[in-house]
């Protein structure tokens, strides 16, 4: 099976749902997703754990696999939103296309580690 420029196994894609699916309903989301899983303000917790849910769009575009849907994931969602709108996350956010390309040069075996920066990412990390 052939998902735009990524090739994927067949069997792939439903054993990766599974597996992040997983994963992912067993993060908590606290009762305030404003700030942090653990308290009202963000913490180390939440910038050691926000890098992982950042790379998640690049696999809907290599597996068409939408991880964070807000209608199952409503409360994480929020904090990934929140995440992102913190200064100290904007200046080294990278777009969901760059790790695109880095994860398909590792798939290949050809990693790329100094890519230049698209739009996206040079347009988050000034605003």
């Given at each position: ?5 990524y ?9 990766v ?12 989301a606290g009762?305030d997703p ?16 926000y890098?992982?849910?950042?790379r ?9 696999i939408d991880?964070?849907?807000v209608s199952?994931?409503p ?15 904007k200046?080294v ?24 920066m698209?739009?996206d990412?040079?347009?988050m990390?000034?605003?």
């Amino acid at each position: 099976m052939t998902n735009g420029d990524y090739c994927v196994p067949g069997n792939a894609v439903p054993t990766v749902k599974m597996t992040l699916g997983t994963q992912i309903s067993g993060v908590p989301a606290g009762n305030d997703p404003c700030c942090s899983v653990v308290g009202s303000q963000y913490g180390m917790v939440d910038l050691h754990w926000y890098p992982i849910f950042e790379r998640f769009p690049a696999l809907k575009g290599m597996f068409g696999i939408d991880v964070l849907p807000v209608s199952k994931f409503p409360r994480l969602s929020a904090w990934v939103s929140a995440m992102q709108r913190l200064d100290c996350v904007k200046k080294v956010w990278i777009s969901p296309k760059l790790h695109g390309r880095f994860f398909a040069g590792y798939r290949s075996g050809n990693v790329e580690y100094d890519v230049e920066m698209d739009e996206d990412t040079i347009a988050m990390q000034s605003a």
